[in-house]
């Protein structure tokens, strides 16, 4: 939701004007309200210096943690290092990205593969560590594309995508890829309920056709991921989730929105209900049906790709089937937990007692009881049914209210030490609650309009419980003036105190919805070093100088060669024509950290390799016009980096120039 949004809201909605005038005075109060950052407005600061030392890493020095932050819009993820705030990655996952020649280069193009065809952009919102009993392990973390639905997985020895997963039946895959406790699966609901399957229909015909799918994906094995069933569910919009974990393990928490099932002005006609719904999903009882055969086969084309490490390439595979599991056929593996208005984040705390429900349309937060759950469930006091989903009371789950005095919760995260962190979006702030006697500590203003907040291990069973990081959506005037586009806004608080304590602001890339932080020991000391070139098994690597060659299969030609500092083999080459399809196969030859090299082609309608050491990578190129073509690599790789180049002949479609290619010799 944006301001304008808000306001339109107010001129079509007699019934919740008073409401959203008030939204509309803090939103007056957030913008503009806090006037301008004159030098010597620290704004909620501590002492500068003492916030400066807190946040100083020396150089040379390590910062404590990684964060993973969401790249939005921009379809990656960044890498963080906490406390200093400092930028050590962007890993491309959804999106084509030059620098790297990700998406470029023949090896990533299958990783953005759809059933639509190459889609070299997505909007990432949620990065999620792989666990290990419910603590991050450090091994993978994945992330949600949300428009044409998909998940990622990173692997963090090599800090590269090498899995994406397609995830049919699905518009809009938001209430994702939050993981089970053990890894078993990355869970996928839709945003958007659509025809399930997909058919040309009348959008008035919403109620009787749209239906909306939760889907488990198979998480635990690196090259396997797939989904593993998918449930049939009414047709709302799924906004968010969290497994449970410790005594609530084997069940996941969806939000949902929209349970008026209205197709039009939702921003009206989606806030009628009172109440929406927590929808709680015991997947161990799923299992259960799958394995008994319950599951019903349904068509559904859907892409896996996968990025072998030893071969360097992508491969995608087409998948034509889901497992479906449909609720009144299932008895015991879907439950609605009555929420106030439109609920945004679900969260589970460290002991999976409390599921927290951000009611963003509401100024209150509501607590619902794991326990109290089971014995309502246990006791078979339902208030109603939709479509085969029993609905409990609202009165036997709720466990407590946080009277925030916050307006606009959307998302809350723990620090282990029994005390809760709820984001506000419309009174921008973060505040602090305490589990059990639901009372408000603490509250920190955010400059602005905070969405979702990131403590280290904040949803995990052990949270390291010493930084907040607020992600913002609104910068305005906290960095030195950029045109009308402003880098959205990062703060990193101290929460290791009583008060949270403002440290830092540090820019970040896209729009960081979402951000995960762990431990840096735990994933540095697996960190891959170099790719061990005789574990390159590349179809078109060569492992030493003596092996480039340049061969022509018809009209096309496959170069390959080698780079080491300084030079490429071969330098010269000759008997490219146009119309021939180039291939650049480079194999990096170092074997040393850090030392890349790239590739560029004057007038190739592509981006640069960038190649890893023992890494091999393929350029393709189409030449034009016949003349001499230089190339040379793009990363200042050495002293002689600048005499790391060479050149191609090209010549006329008809010529006969044979193929030669030499290295230093004429
Ligand atoms: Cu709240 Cu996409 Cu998780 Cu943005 S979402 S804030
Ligand atoms: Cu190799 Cu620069």
């Given at each position: 939701m944006n301001i304008s949004e808000l306001f339109n809201l107010n001129l079509y909605n007699n019934t919740m004007k008073t409401y959203l005038n008030l939204i509309g005075a803090a939103i007056l109060i957030t913008l503009w309200g806090c006037g301008n950052n004159g030098g010597?407005?620290?704004?909620?600061?501590?002492s500068n210096a003492k916030a400066a030392e807190k946040v100083y890493v020396a150089p040379g020095e390590y910062d404590e943690f990684y964060a993973f932050m969401s790249g939005g819009f921009s379809g990656q993820l960044s890498v963080y290092g906490l406390p200093?705030?400092?930028?050590?990655k962007v890993i491309p996952v959804f999106s084509q990205d030059a620098e790297k020649g990700y998406g470029y280069n023949e090896e990533t193009i299958?990783?953005?593969?759809?059933s639509y065809g190459f889609v070299p952009w997505d909007d990432a919102h949620h990065p999620e560590l792989s666990q290990t009993d419910g603590v991050p392990d450090g091994r993978w973390i994945f992330i949600n594309g949300n428009n044409t639905p998909r998940i990622a997985r990173i692997d963090l020895t090599t800090f590269e995508t090498t899995e994406i997963v397609e995830i049919p039946n699905?518009?809009?895959?938001?209430?994702?890829p939050f993981i089970t406790e053990n890894s078993e699966y990355v869970v996928a609901g839709t945003r958007f309920s659509v025809p399930f399957p997909q058919k040309d229909v009348a959008i008035s015909s919403y109620k009787e056709n749209f239906k909306g799918s939760i889907s488990y994906i198979r998480a635990d094995e690196p090259g396997k991921m797939d989904v593993a069933f998918q449930i049939l569910v009414p047709g709302f919009d799924y906004d968010l989730a969290h497994s449970g974990k410790g005594?609530?393990?084997?069940w996941t928490f969806f939000t949902t929105y929209n349970s008026e099932e209205s197709y039009t002005l939702k921003e009206v006609?989606?806030?009628?209900?009172?109440k929406d719904f927590i929808a709680a999903v015991n997947w161990k009882k799923a299992e259960e049906y799958l394995a008994q055969g319950k599951a019903k086969e349904m068509p559904a084309d859907y892409m896996h790709n996968y990025y072998d490490e030893e071969t360097h390439m992508a491969t995608s595979t087409k998948k034509k089937s889901v497992k479906v599991l449909i609720p009144s056929e299932c008895p015991g593996m879907i439950y609605y937990l009555p929420t106030p208005k439109s609920p945004h984040g679900v969260d589970v705390d460290p002991t999976g007692e409390y599921i927290v429900g951000?009611?963003?349309?509401?100024?209150d937060l509501t607590v619902h009881s794991f326990d109290k759950m089971i014995k309502a469930i246990e006791n078979e006091a339902f208030d109603t049914e939709i479509d085969g989903i029993p609905v409990l009371k609202f009165e036997d789950v709720v466990i407590g209210t946080v009277?925030?005095?916050?307006?606009g919760p959307l998302h809350t995260e723990f620090d282990g030490k029994g005390n809760a962190y709820t984001t506000f979006f419309i009174s921008s702030e973060v505040v602090k609650w305490k589990l059990g006697?639901?009372?408000?500590?603490d509250r920190a203003p955010c400059y602005?309009?905070?969405g979702h907040l990131m403590i280290p291990?904040?949803?995990?069973?052990?949270?390291?419980?010493?930084y907040l990081v607020a992600l913002n959506k609104i910068t305005k005037d906290?960095?030195?003036?950029?045109?009308p586009e402003m880098n959205h806004s990062a703060q990193l608080y101290?929460?290791?105190?009583?008060k949270m304590e403002l440290l830092l602001d540090f820019p970040t890339i896209g729009e960081p919805h979402y951000a995960q932080a762990i431990a840096a020991d735990v994933v540095m000391k697996n960190s891959?070093?170099?790719?061990p070139i005789e574990h390159?098994?590349?179809?078109?690597?060569?492992?030493?100088?003596?092996?480039a060659k340049v061969v022509r299969e018809g009209n096309v030609v496959r170069i390959y060669m080698t780079s080491i500092r300084s030079h490429f083999n071969p330098d010269n080459i000759e008997?490219?024509?146009?119309?021939d399809k180039v291939?650049?196969?480079?194999?990096?030859l170092e074997q040393d950290w850090d030392t890349p090299h790239g590739l560029s082609v004057m007038g190739a309608r592509n981006a640069e390799l960038l190649v890893m050491p023992g890494q091999t990578e393929t350029l393709l190129w189409e030449p034009q016009r016949p003349g001499i073509y230089p190339f040379y690599c793009t990363?200042?790789?050495?002293?002689?980096h600048q005499e790391m180049q060479g050149y191609i002949r090209v010549s006329e479609?008809?010529?006969?120039v044979p193929i030669k290619w030499s290295l230093g010799e004429d």
């Open positions: 010597s407005d620290k704004k909620g600061a501590m200093s705030g400092r930028l050590l299958p990783m953005l593969n759809t699905s518009g809009g895959n938001h209430s994702s005594k609530s393990h084997g006609n989606a806030s009628q209900n009172d951000n009611g963003k349309l509401s100024a009277q925030s005095g916050g307006l006697t639901w009372e408000v500590i602005y309009s905070v291990g904040g949803d995990s069973r052990k949270p390291w419980g010493k906290r960095y030195l003036p950029t045109g101290d929460i290791s105190g009583e891959k070093k170099i790719y390159n098994k590349h179809p078109h690597a060569i492992k030493k100088e003596s092996e008997g490219i024509k146009v119309g291939y650049f196969h480079l194999t990096n990363d200042f790789c050495s002293a002689l479609a008809g010529a006969n």
